[in-house]
């Protein structure tokens, strides 16, 4: 539970908290997943909308697709902003990530 937690709220001032942020949330996020088999990843859950009232209810490996697709929307919100600045973002292209690990062949 997040609390009062609103669309508009800023949880870092700065871009190296964020960053530092950003790294422990993405390893939480793959410890979860890493420990779900596929009986949980098919589980119903609840939880609480931050638009609107009300609860919804989806199964776990729906929610986490949602989530990761979600991500990739506000990633795409970064690049446009970047552009209209004139500044020239990282690749955001999977196979470029794959790449620089040296997985891409």
Excluded: C, K, W
């Excluded at 009986?39 to 909308?49: D, F, G, H």
């Amino acid at each position: 539970d997040h609390g009062d937690l609103r669309l508009d709220s800023i949880l870092y001032d700065d871009l190296p908290a964020l960053r530092s942020a950003r790294v422990a949330e993405d390893a939480r996020f793959v410890r979860i997943v890493e420990g779900l088999d596929e009986s949980a990843l098919r589980q119903r859950l609840t939880y609480r909308v931050i638009l609107g009232e009300g609860t919804e209810t989806v199964r776990r490996d729906h929610l986490l697709l949602g989530q990761l697709n979600h991500q990739t929307y506000h990633r795409g919100q970064v690049v446009a902003a970047m552009n209209q600045d004139g500044l020239e973002p990282s690749p955001l292209d999977v196979i470029f990530y794959l790449d620089e690990l040296g997985l891409s062949r």
